[in-house]
């Protein structure tokens, strides 16, 4: 097993990113990383949890000897009917009180880590979402960066805790060793030796398994998303409909289940192996434990034992034998989470160095002056040889309204998200006022920036949210929400809901109000208008609506951008009419620029284009 998944272990597709690496030095940074940051969010807990440990070590050797002296006690008692009871109550009521306090000391402890832990998934989550918030746009189009996000989601709090835990366990452990030895040393010292030679094998066993199952994490990492993915297909109320319409359910079932067993049997198959592995380890400790056994007898026969010291002995063998167990399977599930925690912070340094683009500081050039300039601009995703974008070249003057028409996949999108600084051209410029994009500060730049996405977002939250995301500096400024909302059309509607503005949207999240098409697009232009950027940039959101709506939009988008210097994109050439300049874009380039008027008298690609689709809006 351990053979072939080291074959089949995927690797990282991301050019210029440095392997993991699994050196035991880099574990153990990582590890003591995630010590420090128990350490800085913890003290108390960490200061609490170690003062448990001391004591709960030296209970079990405390209660090993009251149960000695009870014994012999008793023992006595039965010897001598007419004995004194009052040490044996006595032994009682410690014994008694001592497992009180141990009882109460665990839960206490379990309160306490399960405080720690939420703080920690609180703050590794919040750590986690700071990375995937920063990172270029374009690491969410590379597999490889959602594989790894795939493993560091759930319990992170647990898995930082765990090893300290684990650590401060075995230290409770070698406690209780320590004193167990110390009494065995003085009955037998061949009582120790079997003791310690019991834990090699155990510990040898138990992590080479925890190396294997992390492994195992890894491989399996991309099947298990897939039938994440399948499962929330099926449960998704947006899906539910082509699914039933499309009779897409048994298909998708049979899918997830096929996904499912492939992991399931691949990590039975490991538990398989580890379990043969455990029953041996069980033969072997009690093949230990009837030799430290047949010591003891020996030792019946040649000393003066009492009943109560035999029992104790017994007991301190097993006691040796189970914490020198313990500390092997510890030291495994630290060295398991180790693994786990050098993945995190292995996504947390997730670069890839051809999407690193500049920080600028420079601040956006506001009102422009001379304009927008395109200059051979080429962009390839990550992992592409392939350009969707290639040389690409032209100007926007201040207040000019431009329309970049094409065919599906020609482009249009690639190079708003570039205008934008989402995505980093491959090489060529984009500059404002002959500032380029990469000095200018991205929140300032997105500041300034409006865009309207063909996939833009519908947001599960009352009304006034969904419009004053927009700028979220202005958050409660309701005025100028239903400012924007009247101008929009977005007030009509909102007005008859029950809550009005408070109105959730969609069925998500409350008993909100479903919206159409053409309402949900009134509320995104109402969230770029409330924006109220210098330039503002319509990316196909009408795409789902008929010729008609679409058109309705558009002229209200027109009155709306009026002295703004504002960009219409789209497949469909019923918006081309209102723009001053038209820019035709195919498999990636521009291949025409000119008005309407202008490209219909070429007789080229746009007049084509217009030709073929003016049966729409005849």
């Given at each position: 097993m351990r053979k072939r998944l080291k074959q089949q272990r995927p690797q990282s597709s991301i050019a210029g990113r440095r392997p993991p690496r699994?050196?035991?030095?880099?574990?153990?940074?990582?590890?003591?990383?995630?010590?420090?940051?128990?350490?800085?969010?913890?003290?108390?807990?960490?200061?609490?949890?170690?003062?448990?440990?001391?004591?709960?070590?030296?209970?079990?050797?405390?209660?090993?000897?009251?149960?000695?002296e009870l014994i012999n006690a008793v023992a006595n008692l039965i010897m001598d009917q007419a004995g004194d009871y009052r040490l044996a109550l006595s032994l009682l009521l410690l014994q008694f009180l001592i497992s009180l306090f141990s009882s109460v000391m665990t839960n206490w402890q379990e309160y306490l880590d399960r405080k720690i832990e939420l703080r920690l998934d609180h703050d590794l989550q919040q750590v986690i979402l700071a990375k995937t918030t920063s990172v270029p746009l374009a690491y969410f189009d590379i597999p490889d960066f959602y594989h790894h996000l795939s493993r560091v989601q759930g319990n992170q709090g647990s898995r930082f805790v765990s090893p300290i835990r684990n650590l401060l366990?075995?230290?409770?452990?070698?406690i209780v060793i320590g004193s167990f030895l110390i009494y065995l040393f003085t009955v037998h010292w061949s009582l120790v030796l079997l003791s310690l030679v019991a834990a090699v094998p155990i510990f040898l066993v138990q992590r080479k398994f925890g190396n294997s199952k992390f492994r195992l994490f890894l491989f399996q990492t991309p099947l298990a998303r897939e039938a994440n993915y399948?499962?929330?297909?099926?449960?998704?109320?947006?899906?539910?409909?082509?699914?039933?319409?499309?009779?897409?359910?048994?298909?998708?079932?049979?899918?997830?289940?096929?996904?499912?067993?492939?992991?399931?049997?691949?990590?039975?198959?490991?538990?398989?192996?580890?379990?043969?592995?455990?029953?041996?380890?069980?033969?072997?400790?009690?093949?230990?434990?009837?030799?430290?056994?047949?010591?003891?007898?020996?030792l019946i026969r040649t000393t003066s034992v009492k009943i109560g010291d035999f029992v104790a002995i017994g007991q301190a063998v097993q006691g040796t034998q189970s914490s020198i167990n313990q500390i092997s399977m510890l030291s495994a599930r630290i060295y398991e989470e180790s693994l786990y925690i050098q993945n995190f912070f292995h996504f947390l340094e997730y670069e890839n160095q051809a999407l690193i683009s500049e920080t600028g500081t420079q601040p956006f050039p506001a009102p422009l002056k001379t304009g927008i300039e395109i200059d051979a601009v080429t962009f390839s995703y990550p992992g592409q040889d392939r350009p969707v974008l290639q040389n690409v070249s032209f100007q926007i003057r201040p207040g000019e309204k431009v329309a970049i028409v094409g065919e599906n996949g020609s482009g249009k999108t690639t190079l708003v998200k570039c205008l934008m600084g989402l995505y980093p051209v491959t090489s060529g410029s984009i500059s404002l006022d002959g500032l380029n994009i990469k000095q200018i500060d991205k929140s300032d730049l997105y500041q300034h920036i409006t865009v309207i996405f063909q996939d833009y977002m519908r947001y599960s939250y009352s009304a006034h949210d969904n419009i004053a995301f927009g700028d979220i500096e202005r958050l409660d400024d309701h005025p100028h929400v239903q400012e924007v909302a009247a101008t929009s059309g977005v007030d009509e509607f909102v007005q008859k809901f029950p809550n009005g503005y408070n109105t959730y949207l969609g069925?998500?999240?409350?008993?909100?109000?479903?919206?159409?098409?053409?309402?949900?697009?009134?509320?995104?232009?109402?969230?770029?208008?409330?924006?109220d950027g210098d330039v503002i940039i319509l990316d196909e959101p009408t795409a789902a609506l008929d010729p008609h709506a679409e058109m309705e939009v558009f002229r209200q988008f027109e009155s709306l951008t009026r002295d703004k210097t504002s960009i219409f994109i789209s497949h469909r050439m019923s918006a081309a009419r209102m723009a001053d300049r038209i820019i035709v874009m195919k498999d990636g380039q521009v291949v025409e620029i000119g008005s309407h008027e202008e490209l219909i008298a070429l007789n080229a690609e746009y007049a084509q284009m217009y030709g073929a689709q003016a049966k729409w809006y005849a």
């Amino acid at each position: 097993m351990r053979k072939r998944l080291k074959q089949q272990r995927p690797q990282s597709s991301i050019a210029g990113r440095r392997p993991p690496r699994t050196g035991e030095r880099m574990k153990m940074k990582h590890l003591l990383k995630s010590v420090r940051m128990v350490w800085k969010l913890g003290k108390a807990w960490l200061i609490t949890t170690i003062l448990f440990s001391i004591i709960a070590g030296l209970i079990p050797v405390t209660a090993l000897w009251i149960t000695k002296e009870l014994i012999n006690a008793v023992a006595n008692l039965i010897m001598d009917q007419a004995g004194d009871y009052r040490l044996a109550l006595s032994l009682l009521l410690l014994q008694f009180l001592i497992s009180l306090f141990s009882s109460v000391m665990t839960n206490w402890q379990e309160y306490l880590d399960r405080k720690i832990e939420l703080r920690l998934d609180h703050d590794l989550q919040q750590v986690i979402l700071a990375k995937t918030t920063s990172v270029p746009l374009a690491y969410f189009d590379i597999p490889d960066f959602y594989h790894h996000l795939s493993r560091v989601q759930g319990n992170q709090g647990s898995r930082f805790v765990s090893p300290i835990r684990n650590l401060l366990n075995i230290g409770k452990s070698g406690i209780v060793i320590g004193s167990f030895l110390i009494y065995l040393f003085t009955v037998h010292w061949s009582l120790v030796l079997l003791s310690l030679v019991a834990a090699v094998p155990i510990f040898l066993v138990q992590r080479k398994f925890g190396n294997s199952k992390f492994r195992l994490f890894l491989f399996q990492t991309p099947l298990a998303r897939e039938a994440n993915y399948t499962s929330h297909l099926l449960q998704d109320r947006n899906a539910a409909k082509e699914i039933r319409l499309f009779g897409l359910a048994s298909h998708l079932a049979k899918r997830w289940s096929d996904r499912f067993w492939r992991n399931a049997n691949q990590s039975l198959k490991l538990l398989r192996k580890q379990q043969l592995a455990d029953v041996g380890l069980d033969g072997l400790t009690a093949l230990f434990y009837v030799g430290s056994a047949g010591i003891i007898i020996w030792l019946i026969r040649t000393t003066s034992v009492k009943i109560g010291d035999f029992v104790a002995i017994g007991q301190a063998v097993q006691g040796t034998q189970s914490s020198i167990n313990q500390i092997s399977m510890l030291s495994a599930r630290i060295y398991e989470e180790s693994l786990y925690i050098q993945n995190f912070f292995h996504f947390l340094e997730y670069e890839n160095q051809a999407l690193i683009s500049e920080t600028g500081t420079q601040p956006f050039p506001a009102p422009l002056k001379t304009g927008i300039e395109i200059d051979a601009v080429t962009f390839s995703y990550p992992g592409q040889d392939r350009p969707v974008l290639q040389n690409v070249s032209f100007q926007i003057r201040p207040g000019e309204k431009v329309a970049i028409v094409g065919e599906n996949g020609s482009g249009k999108t690639t190079l708003v998200k570039c205008l934008m600084g989402l995505y980093p051209v491959t090489s060529g410029s984009i500059s404002l006022d002959g500032l380029n994009i990469k000095q200018i500060d991205k929140s300032d730049l997105y500041q300034h920036i409006t865009v309207i996405f063909q996939d833009y977002m519908r947001y599960s939250y009352s009304a006034h949210d969904n419009i004053a995301f927009g700028d979220i500096e202005r958050l409660d400024d309701h005025p100028h929400v239903q400012e924007v909302a009247a101008t929009s059309g977005v007030d009509e509607f909102v007005q008859k809901f029950p809550n009005g503005y408070n109105t959730y949207l969609g069925r998500f999240l409350q008993d909100g109000e479903d919206l159409s098409g053409g309402q949900w697009q009134k509320i995104a232009l109402a969230r770029a208008l409330f924006r109220d950027g210098d330039v503002i940039i319509l990316d196909e959101p009408t795409a789902a609506l008929d010729p008609h709506a679409e058109m309705e939009v558009f002229r209200q988008f027109e009155s709306l951008t009026r002295d703004k210097t504002s960009i219409f994109i789209s497949h469909r050439m019923s918006a081309a009419r209102m723009a001053d300049r038209i820019i035709v874009m195919k498999d990636g380039q521009v291949v025409e620029i000119g008005s309407h008027e202008e490209l219909i008298a070429l007789n080229a690609e746009y007049a084509q284009m217009y030709g073929a689709q003016a049966k729409w809006y005849a």
